[in-house]
């Protein structure tokens, strides 16, 4: 099925009262294992690989590319509507190879540029962006990061409504993350949502906002945060968690003389990678149904391909 504009997916979840997951993967492998969650779900979802993890050198050698056409060949044979975005890139340069590859969304990571900067190249990638048919993220104001030893809040900043209805003027971006209390990769703990904050940039701003640190979102603010505009959630940190247990325990049940063949790239129920694979869907299975978002589709006449 062709990708469908984020825009769309965006605006069919606002309408309908609902939250798109954005489930962040990193290979074919975990792209697969979200795909599937969506389908069984029967629901809408923005499939994706994130940059801000990965190796820059790994991504300007043909990482980006690569990426696109995994993503671009999972979403062909999708029975679900699916938007691809390459998300949070390290640069202006990077996001754009991002729509060369076949992304129809886009990011670039601005959270710890000078407002003024990030406007220029934010507003140069939705000229580009917007010339073939993809969409553009931004984001305005910084969550704070867990670490090993707390919550660094050094490069955190809360969104400001009236930076943000600037900044989505003077840009034209599709969607906008915003920071409301928000925490990156936080496990084990929830975050503490400035609900006051979100109403006023939705009062400030009329396009889709976002919610990146999924992970630690807590599942009681979402339909408080879905009435007040929030129409997509990036999750990254818990799935790769899921993950990482489901190849752990699977590893570690292996004796001895491991059949490597069946262990190993074989797709069948023995292939560790699977057993990994099948405890991400049930995650991602789960968070569909918290963002409101099971038996969901976008109406197919106003649907249009790029
Ligand atoms: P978490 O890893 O905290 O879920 O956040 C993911 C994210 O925001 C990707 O953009």
């Not at 090993?148 to 009236?162: F, K, N, R, V, Y």
Request: aromatic content about 6%.
């Amino acid at each position: 099925m062709p990708l469908i504009p984020l825009q769309r997916l965006l605006g069919t979840a606002r309408s309908d009262g609902y939250a798109v997951g954005y489930f962040e993967a990193w290979d074919a492998c975990s792209l697969e294992a979200v795909l599937t969650a969506a389908e069984e779900e029967s629901t809408p979802v923005i499939l994706g690989f994130g940059a801000m993890m990965v190796d820059g050198k790994w991504l300007d050698r043909g990482g980006i590319e690569v990426l696109g056409a995994i993503g671009r060949s999972y979403a062909a044979r999708s029975s679900v509507d699916v938007a691809l975005l390459f998300n949070e890139a390290h640069t202006l340069d990077q996001a754009k190879r991002g729509i060369d590859a076949g992304f129809n969304a886009v990011m670039i990571d601005t959270h710890s540029w000078p407002t003024d900067d990030a406007i220029v190249a934010v507003r140069e990638l939705c000229r580009v962006a917007h010339q073939s048919g993809a969409a553009v993220e931004g984001e305005l104001g910084s969550p704070a990061e867990a670490t090993a030893s707390g919550i660094d809040h050094s490069h955190a900043s809360l969104t400001d409504p009236d930076e943000a209805a600037r900044f989505v003027a003077e840009t034209g971006v599709d969607c906008l993350a915003v920071s409301v209390g928000n925490v990156h990769i936080m496990m084990n703990k929830e975050a503490s949502i400035d609900m006051e904050r979100l109403e006023s940039i939705h009062e400030h701003v009329d396009v889709p906002l976002v919610i990146h640190g999924g992970t630690s979102f807590p599942p009681s603010a979402v339909a408080p945060a879905v009435a007040l505009g929030v129409a997509k959630f990036n999750v990254g940190t818990v799935l790769k968690h899921e993950f990482w247990a489901g190849l752990g325990s699977s590893v570690r049940s292996v004796g001895a003389n491991p059949d490597v063949h069946r262990l190993l790239g074989s797709h069948k129920d023995s292939d560790v990678m699977a057993i990994a694979q099948q405890r991400m869907t049930t995650k991602v299975r789960s968070l569909i149904r918290q963002y409101g978002g099971s038996r969901r589709q976008v109406v197919a006449a106003e649907l249009s391909a790029r």
